[in-house]
């Protein structure tokens, strides 16, 4: 199900601007009775910072890589998802048909991003299995283009028995507001533009975050 606003004038000042927002749609869209807010690194994280700040909320990350197509490693063909020690694999059949990916350049994608997937997980992740259960679970990014790397997010989550999943973002194109909503109980997306060209036009400021920046939101949202 979505549940999405007019578009708003201008753009976002940056992330944490984006969050503010994103965390009074949230609130306004219902009551979660046992929040918790899962950032999508790097980008979802300041985002994600707002969000949880606004429902007084636990915050932690799921690692998701984007398996980009041969030679248009913008062009996502899937994406891996880890949540603890879970790991889920969301294939885009549609973009694989239509490149015509073989099955050996499907799994190079899929092995270069698993190791970056698990590298970024000893960094970031520190989100426990047994806190997911029963939860109310908010994934958070920055703004969904096609949404794949959301929906293997979505897949890793549902896998460890949430009570609801709430899919919460700045901004999507309709396409992704669309594939999500068939597999998220809620969308929140504040804005949806009618022609969408990329996320980072929604911002005035979309530099890419550090390591160590993410890695110091992260702490300020567990102190």
């Given at each position: 199900m979505?549940?999405?606003r007019p578009r708003l004038t201008g753009r976002y000042a940056d992330r944490a601007e984006a969050g503010r927002a994103l965390g009074d749609a949230v609130v306004a869209a219902g009551p979660l009775p046992r929040p918790i807010v899962l950032a999508l690194p790097r980008g979802g994280v300041p985002v994600a910072a707002e969000v949880a700040a606004r429902l007084v909320a636990p915050l932690e990350v799921i690692v998701v890589r984007k398996i980009g197509a041969p030679g248009r490693p913008e062009l996502a063909m899937g994406a891996l998802a880890m949540i603890g020690p879970q790991v889920s694999l969301y294939r885009?059949?549609?973009?694989?048909?239509?490149?015509?990916?073989?099955?050996?350049?499907?799994?190079?994608?899929?092995?270069?991003?698993?190791?970056?997937?698990?590298?970024?997980?000893?960094?970031?992740?520190r989100a426990g299995t047994t806190l997911i259960s029963g939860a109310d679970v908010v994934l958070v990014d920055d703004g969904l283009a096609?949404?794949?790397?959301?929906?293997a997010a979505v897949a890793a989550v549902r896998g460890l028995e949430p009570a609801r999943v709430v899919v919460a973002v700045p901004v999507a194109s309709r396409q992704a507001v669309r594939a999500?909503?068939?597999?998220?109980?809620?969308?929140?997306?504040?804005?949806?533009?009618?022609?969408?060209?990329?996320?980072?036009?929604?911002?005035?400021?979309?530099h890419q975050l550090t390591d160590q920046e993410v890695d110091a939101l992260l702490d300020q949202g567990s102190a």
């Open positions: 979505a549940a999405t885009n059949e549609e973009i694989i048909s239509a490149l015509g990916v073989g099955d050996a350049a499907f799994d190079a994608g899929h092995e270069r991003e698993l190791a970056e997937l698990q590298r970024r997980g000893g960094i970031f992740s096609t949404g794949s790397t959301m929906l999500v909503g068939a597999v998220a109980d809620v969308v929140i997306c504040p804005v949806v533009p009618a022609r969408f060209v990329a996320v980072g036009l929604a911002y005035a400021d979309f």
